[in-house]
């Protein structure tokens, strides 16, 4: 038997075990861990503005003077939600100019005489006086869901005792919150 | 491995900047001018006696009243006066005799006052020259019931008939 004769049952035997060993240690499955945290997004922009008429003798008398124009909001959210409605710096009451020639005092009007009212398609909601120090609650969407165009409109508590002429204004302040 | 733990580093920060992104507020602005509003309305008239048992008695008296009333109903947002004046510069006379035809009585003889009131009677203004019967703070409607008088002067007051149209007029008195 030559040398190399006698190798190759050695050889043989080596393959062999080699062979052997990679079918035992074959990777088969793999697993990778996925985390998405998907956070609550709530979404609300506001156009327009509100505008309202001279006021007259009607007006006064029926104690109320419904805005011309108002504010439309887009909104949506992942989440349910509730739209709220605030004076912008929180304040109490609605800002005054005396009406030109006029020094009447400041009546200080409270923004609750300042109502809104929410108009979405076919639903139309209830008049919510303005909140000042804190927010009021002005517009719930029960479900999550995508975008709404919801119309405002407002009216302006009036009173031939205590509202003087002049230009009451404030900016409100629309906020979405997770519900 | 390690495109894999990349690409959920991606989604990991496309997430949070979904939540930081969101906008959720809107505002609008809010303006209202209300101007100076008053009103006034009035119903009724005044009326006179005919009877010459009445007029005799009222020449004694200095007045003679009136027995119809004339009611008012005003408000304003402002404080405001209420003035009357008459339709001319005298009160309007027919039926004088030629003589007396020319006979001018004042306008300042018939006199006004709120029943409810507790001021004096107030002279009709001429015409253009309203004299000032009422004051009132900024208010709701009220309504104010007048009644009249006539000063009368036996010496001076021409048989005939006296007219004139009472202007009842709301002005802002700041």
């Known amino acids: 038997m030559t040398p190399a004769t006698r190798l190759v049952p050695f050889w043989g035997a080596m393959l062999a075990i080699a062979c052997a060993s990679v079918t035992t240690e074959a990777q088969t499955t793999a697993t990778v861990a996925v985390s998405i945290p998907v956070a609550s997004v709530l979404f609300l922009s506001s156009s327009g503005s ?5 006021a007259t003798d009607t007006h006064y008398t029926n104690g109320l003077l419904p805005s011309s124009t108002g504010p439309t909001l887009t909104h949506r959210a992942n989440v349910p939600y509730q739209i709220t409605i605030q004076a912008q710096g929180a304040g109490a009451a609605l800002g005054f100019a005396n009406a030109v020639g006029r020094t009447d ?3 200080n009007k409270p923004t ?3 109502q809104l009212r929410p108009t979405t398609g076919a ?16 517009y719930t969407r029960a479900a999550k869901g995508g975008t709404l165009t919801t119309a405002v409109d407002a009216q302006l508590i009036v009173s031939y005792a ?10 409100v ?7 | 491995m390690k495109r894999i733990t990349t690409a959920l580093f991606a989604l990991s920060l496309s997430a949070a900047a979904s939540a930081v992104s969101a906008q959720t507020t809107g505002t609008a602005a809010m303006s209202a001018t209300i101007p100076s509003i008053l009103y006034i309305n009035v119903t009724g008239s005044y009326a006179f006696p005919t009877d010459a048992a009445s007029w005799e008695a009222g020449f004694t008296a200095g007045t003679v009243a009136a027995s119809g009333n004339a009611t008012i109903s005003h408000r304003a947002n402002v404080p ?5 004046e008459a339709s001319g510069a005298t009160l309007g006379l027919t039926g004088a005799a030629p003589a007396d035809a020319g006979y001018a009585k004042a306008t300042t003889d018939f006199q006004i006052r709120p029943v409810a009131g507790t001021g004096s009677y107030i002279g009709l203004g001429a015409q253009g020259a309203g004299a000032q019967l009422l004051t009132r703070a900024r208010g709701a409607t009220v309504t104010t019931t ?8 036996i010496a001076n007051d021409v048989p005939g008939t006296y007219s004139t149209t009472v202007t009842f007029t709301i002005a802002s008195n700041y």
């Open chain 1, 50 to 54: 509100f505008t309202f008429p001279a």
């Open chain 1, 105 to 107: 005092a400041n009546p």
């Open chain 1, 112 to 114: 609750t005489d300042l």
């Open chain 1, 123 to 138: 639903s139309v909601g209830t008049m919510t006086g303005l909140g000042g120090a804190s927010a009021a609650p002005f």
């Open chain 1, 162 to 171: 205590i509202d003087p002429p002049g230009t009451y204004s404030t900016t």
């Open chain 1, 173 to 179: 302040v629309f906020t979405i919150v997770a519900q």
């Open chain 2, 80 to 84: 405001y006066k209420i003035s009357i």
């Open chain 2, 146 to 153: 007048t009644e009249a008088q006539l000063n009368v002067n």
